[in-house]
């Protein structure tokens, strides 16, 4: 069984420039969670979907962050604009449920420049 | 606000010694807590999962252990291996789930050959 897929595994951009992550959970996960993990740091979620609706983003900057999850399968991430304090691995995560076992994809690494 | 703290922050053994990483959280209402394995530049290795009901669990050479009144966990490695470097992170859902994992920092272990 294929496990969370995300791309691209690597993005360099300089500030101001706009930025995306993609994310394919485990079939038939319908709860999928944004992580985002700063340098030594444990990751920390930005957004939980159950299905196509997002649930939790409380902890979201929406001013420049947006994400959707269109037919509740995969999903996107967005910065825009990106600035430098966003440097940092996107990680996504997926699970059968919102109380049940997690699995991470192997994130993607952005340095903002 | 679940806090969780991992002790020591990083540890380093010689190889065939049996180690014990630490894992507190401030609110014991959890649902279940997860041990994680990161490899440098990689996502995060699900290693065990503990229900709040269970006591423990184990898998190969891990054993996980939950305190949830105390708030407490340790995962147990025997017979430790060079394979075995890597940081380990403790994560615990609480809240419903609607906070996703709550992690932390993670304990750097390396052992040496």
């Known amino acids: 069984e294929a496990g969370v897929v995300q791309s691209p595994r690597y993005k360099i951009i300089e500030k101001k420039q706009p930025v995306a992550f993609w994310c394919n959970p485990i079939?038939?996960?319908?709860?999928l969670y944004w992580y985002r993990q700063n340098l030594g740091q444990g990751p920390e979620l930005l957004i939980r979907?159950?299905?196509?609706?997002?649930?939790?983003d409380s902890q979201l900057p929406k001013d420049r962050f947006s994400a959707e999850r269109l037919k509740g399968v995969d999903s996107t991430l967005k910065i825009q604009p990106a600035e430098l304090g966003d440097s940092a691995v996107y990680l996504c995560?997926?699970?059968?449920?919102?109380?049940?076992?997690?699995?991470f994809g192997p994130g993607t690494r952005l340095t903002v420049t | 606000k679940q806090e969780v703290t991992q002790i020591p922050a990083a540890l380093s053994v010689p190889e065939g010694e049996n180690l014990v990483l630490n894992c507190s959280f401030t609110?014991?209402?959890?649902?279940?807590l997860q041990w994680f394995r990161q490899d440098p530049g990689k996502g995060l290795t699900s290693l065990l999962l503990?229900?709040?009901?269970?006591r423990e669990q184990t898998s190969g050479r891990l054993n996980a252990s939950l305190d949830k009144s105390s708030g407490r966990s340790t995962l147990y490695i025997a017979a430790s291996q060079p394979g075995d470097s890597a940081t380990y992170l403790c994560?615990?859902?609480?809240?419903?789930?609607?906070?996703?994992?709550?992690f932390g920092k993670g304990t750097h272990l390396i052992i040496q050959p």
């Open positions: 079939s038939g996960h319908n709860t």
């Open positions: 503990i229900q709040s009901s269970q």
């Open positions: 979907y159950e299905n196509e609706e997002a649930v939790d």
């Open positions: 994560a615990v859902i609480s809240g419903g789930g609607a906070d996703g994992l709550t």
């Open positions: 609110d014991s209402a959890i649902y279940n």
């Open positions: 995560a997926s699970s059968p449920g919102p109380i049940r076992e997690q699995y």
